[in-house]
């Protein structure tokens, strides 16, 4: 499973701030004149710290540079994103003495919902996620702006096919948990105090026919209202705390 590089920047200053204190690789730090105040200061003294570029620019020349509408008058421009190994994340959960707990996300391609997903999943300590290659968001500069900067501690992998990672990721030992509204197990129902891959799929399909296959259990997130479909990023949550409250 080879890594996977591009170049990206990071925008807003508490995502800066957040990248800085990473100690990421940062290539030069841009920063809108007259812009001195505040958290701003944060930035400049880490920045002189870690003796990274700082080069003052127009806030107009700021904005034709930006990626995103809230830059806050600061923008990292760094190295291309570095994916782990899928074998890196098992390594972490063996480190800590952990169950592995793992996310697989099939076909999450709103990059919102890819950062809310990291960020939720960096507080509930699991130990990295697995993205595909193709049809999904990657990280970039907003998946690392909603993930206010969990990006930077949490593992991710990309990979050419998800259904090969999963036969790996059983013969290592897990279990497959997918999510699917037809099931008859409510999540609450499941035992996760095992080694676990939870697959949260799209918002609009679901997991893939070959994922759900894969599985060695789905689980359901009941629904109540007239919507029949939760975010992706809220029923991953929603399930991730249930592994965090079983194994307590």
């Given at each position: ?68 509408q ?54 509930a ?23 206010a ?32 509204m ?27 026919r ?39």
């Amino acid at each position: 499973m080879e890594k996977e590089e591009y170049q990206d920047q990071v925008e807003g200053r508490n995502a800066v701030i957040e990248l800085l204190e990473s100690r990421r690789d940062i290539n030069k730090i841009l920063i809108a004149k007259g812009e001195k105040h505040g958290s701003i200061n944060k930035i400049i003294a880490l920045a002189k710290e870690r003796k990274i570029l700082l080069t003052e620019l127009e806030k107009s020349k700021l904005n034709q540079i930006a990626q995103t509408q809230n830059h806050q008058g600061v923008i990292a421009i760094v190295p291309p994103y570095n994916y782990c190994e899928v074998e890196d994340i098992l390594e972490l959960a063996k480190q800590k003495q952990e169950m592995p707990f793992i996310l697989l996300l099939d076909g999450i391609e709103d990059p919102h919902n890819l950062g809310s997903i990291i960020r939720t999943a960096e507080t509930a300590g699991v130990h990295g996620i697995i993205i595909p290659k193709r049809r999904a968001a990657s990280v970039n500069s907003t998946v690392s702006k909603v993930s206010a900067g969990a990006v930077e501690y949490m593992k991710i992998a990309r990979v050419n096919n998800l259904n090969e990672t999963i036969r790996y990721l059983k013969e290592q030992g897990l279990w497959i948990c997918g999510t699917d509204m037809n099931t008859n197990t409510t999540y609450t129902n499941q035992d996760y105090k095992m080694p676990i891959a939870l697959v949260i799929g799209s918002e609009g399909f679901g997991i893939s026919r070959l994922v759900k296959e894969n599985c060695d259990f789905l689980v359901k997130i009941p629904m109540k209202g007239k919507i029949t479909s939760l975010n992706a990023s809220v029923s991953a949550g929603i399930i991730m705390y249930e592994v965090v409250k079983q194994r307590k």
